[in-house]
C-alpha cells in the first residue's frame, strides 16, 4: 500500500482507531467512570464525537442500557457517516433501529433503549445554544486540540457532574525500528512544535497540563491515568486495520510537517518511504503517550 494507491478518509481513520482506543483506554479510570454513574436513565453529551465510535463502545461495553447520547461534531462527513454507519453496527448487534427524525436515531431491544441525537455544530456556538445539562460530558482525543484553560471551563457548563476526558495527548512520541536517531528525534520535536502552534490552539503536553486546568475550572480530578496507544504488528500483520491507522499517523506527518523550513525535503520524503516500508512487512511499532481524567465539577 504504497502512497499513490493509497486513499486518505478520515472516516475509515477513526474506524480504524477503534481497536487501538480500546486498548488504549485507562481501565482503572473507566472503571471509577462506571462506578460513579448515576443508576437512572443518562443524559450523556461527547463533544469531537467523530462518527460515534464511542457511544457504540459504551453500548458494547454494558455501560450504557438507557440513555440520551447527544453526539456533536464540528465536520458534516463525520454526522452524515454516522447517519448510515450507527445503524449499521447497532443492526448487526442484534439491536432494533428507528428513526424519528432525520438526526435522530433510536437503538434498543429488551434490555438497552439510547436515544441517539446527531449534532453538526462548532463546540463553542453548541455550548452556547445548549439547554439540558448533562451526567457525563465526554471529550475522547479532543482537548488537545483546543485553546485551554479557557476551553475547559465552557465545556464543564455542559454537565451536572462528570467529565470523561480521554486520550489527552503528552507529548511522547515513539517509533521504532530507529531509521536515525538523530533524525527521528528532529521529526519529532518539529511534529510536537505544529501542534503547539496551531491557530485553534492546543498542546503537545496536553495530558500533563490539565491536572492544573482541571483545578483552576473548580473540578475535582476522581481518577487519572495513562491511556497510550501502542501498534505493533505479530507475525508480519497488524490486527483489525491497523495498518492503515498507521498510514494514517504517517499521513498526518507529512501534512504537518511539508515545507518546513527546517526539515530538508528530500530526506523527510526518504525518511517516510522507510516508515511506510516498514508498515507494509509489519515492523513498524507506534507509541503516543496520553492520559485520560475523570472529573466532577465542584458544585
Known amino acids: 500500500m504504497n502512497k499513490i494507491e493509497m486513499e486518505y478518509s478520515f472516516a475509515r ?61 464540528e465536520m458534516p462527513e463525520n454526522i452524515a457517516h454516522a447517519q448510515a454507519w450507527i445503524p449499521q453496527w447497532a443492526q448487526e448487534a ?24 446527531l449534532v453538526q455544530a462548532d463546540v463553542f456556538d453548541f455550548i452556547q445554544n445548549n439547554k439540558t445539562p448533562a451526567d457525563l460530558l465526554i471529550a475522547h482525543a479532543f482537548l488537545d486540540l483546543l485553546p485551554m484553560p479557557e476551553s475547559l471551563t465552557k465545556l464543564l457548563t455542559l454537565t451536572n457532574g462528570l467529565a470523561w476526558l480521554t486520550l489527552n495527548f503528552d507529548g511522547v512520541t515513539t517509533l521504532e ?19 503547539d502552534e496551531r491557530c485553534t490552539g492546543g498542546s503537545s503536553k496536553s495530558g500533563r497540563q490539565l491536572f492544573t486546568h482541571i483545578r483552576q475550572a473548580g473540578a475535582e480530578i476522581l481518577a487519572a491515568g495513562a491511556s497510550d496507544w501502542l501498534v505493533y504488528g505479530m507475525n508480519g500483520k497488524y490486527p483489525q486495520d491497523e495498518a492503515y491507522f498507521l498510514h494514517f499517523i504517517l499521513h498526518f506527518f507529512e501534512e504537518s510537517l511539508k515545507g518546513n523550513a527546517e526539515l530538508d525535503e528530500d530526506v ?25 481524567f475523570l472529573v466532577k465539577k465542584n458544585s
Open 94 to 117: 442484534g439491536l432494533s433501529v428507528e428513526r424519528s427524525a432525520e438526526h435522530h436515531i433510536r437503538i434498543f431491544d429488551t434490555t438497552r433503549d439510547v436515544n441517539i441525537q
Open 177 to 195: 525500528p530507529t531509521i536515525d536517531t538523530a533524525l527521528d528525534a528532529h521529526i519529532e520535536r518539529l511534529y510536537h512544535k505544529t501542534m
Open 13 to 73: 481513520y477513526l474506524l480504524s482507531k477503534q481497536s487501538v482506543d480500546d486498548r488504549a483506554l485507562n481501565k482503572d479510570v473507566f472503571n471509577s467512570l462506571k462506578s460513579h454513574l448515576p443508576q437512572k436513565p443518562l443524559r450523556i453529551i461527547e463533544v469531537g464525537a467523530g462518527i460515534g465510535t464511542m457511544v457504540k463502545r459504551l453500548v458494547n461495553w454494558g455501560v450504557v442500557h438507557h440513555a440520551e447520547y447527544v453526539l456533536v461534531d
Open 268 to 292: 523527510f520524503a526518504d525518511w517516510l518511504k522507510k516508515r511506510r516500508t516498514q508498515i507494509e512487512r509489519g515492523e513498524l511499532v507506534y507509541v503516543a503517550h496520553q492520559m485520560d
